[in-house]
T-cell receptor
Framework: DAKTTQPPSMDCAEGRAANLPCNHS???????VYWYRQIHSQGPQYIIH???NNETNEMASLIITEDRKSSTLILPHATLRDTAVYYC????????????FGAGTRLTVKP | NAGVMQNPRHLVRRRGQEARLRCSPM?????VYWYRQLPEEGLKFMVY????????ESGMPKERFSAEFPKEGPSILRIQQVVRGDSAAYFC?????????????FGPGTRLLVL
């Protein structure tokens, strides 16, 4: 599986957009980029995933660079409840495989 | 549509006892995954099961740990003769099991404490 690199921590002001970067320079053509978050000690929560096009849902937007070597998760209006560890994961599409969680980015939303 | 359910949410065992963790997947999901999270660490894959079959157990310790997903009922992760190092949060995830991209949805976890 391709390895991902994320900053260990980030801060964001409440109400502002949170932009969380992820590098996946060795990603293969058939691999998707997934984002999950884990709030405190709860179970990981699925946020969004994409292959090459930008994606948006009710929670967030995912921007993938044209060369697919990096991506950014955008929380448009961060709230205190968005404080969590955010994981960027690369997975192949054809195989039903386990999720390889790295260390993630600890996002702290401040009032 | 209920999400992934796990029980118990908290489990305390003494060294040498057995721990049984249960996971009920989301409705319509036939694939189950178990992960372990040690304190202050990330999630580590343990085992992947379909109904009545273990597909991948490469992340599960060879001794004392076993998992099953019977035709009827929840998936069970069983830890025999628990030791203090087994203290962790155990998360279950489920997916539909269709070909192609599979999104896994996680349960709230079972926190095991071994005294």
């Amino acid at each position: 599986d391709a390895k991902t690199t994320q900053p260990p921590s980030m801060d964001c002001a409440e109400g502002r957009a949170a932009n969380l970067p992820c590098n996946h320079s060795t990603i293969s053509g058939n691999e998707y980029v997934y984002w999950y978050r884990q709030i405190h000690s709860q179970g990981p929560q699925y946020i969004i995933h994409g292959l090459k096009n930008n994606e948006t849902n009710e929670m967030a937007s995912l921007i993938i660079t044209e060369d697919r070597k990096s991506s950014t998760l955008i929380l448009p209006h961060a709230t205190l409840r968005d404080t969590a560890v955010y994981y960027c994961i690369v997975r192949p599409t054809a195989a039903i495989s386990d999720m390889r969680f790295g260390a993630g980015t600890r996002l702290t939303v401040k009032p | 549509n209920a999400g992934v359910m796990q029980n118990p949410r908290h489990l305390v065992r003494r060294r040498g006892q057995e721990a049984r963790l249960r996971c009920s997947p989301m409705k319509g999901h036939s694939h189950v995954y178990w992960y372990r999270q040690l304190p202050e660490e990330g999630l580590k894959f343990m085992v992947y099961l379909q109904k009545e079959n273990i597909i991948d157990e490469s992340g599960m310790p060879k001794e004392r740990f076993s998992a099953e997903f019977p035709k009827e009922g929840p998936s069970i992760l069983r830890i025999q003769q628990v030791v203090r190092g087994d203290s962790a949060a155990y998360f279950c995830a489920s997916s539909q099991g269709l070909a192609g991209v599979e999104t896994q949805y996680f349960g709230p976890g079972t926190r095991l404490l071994v005294l």
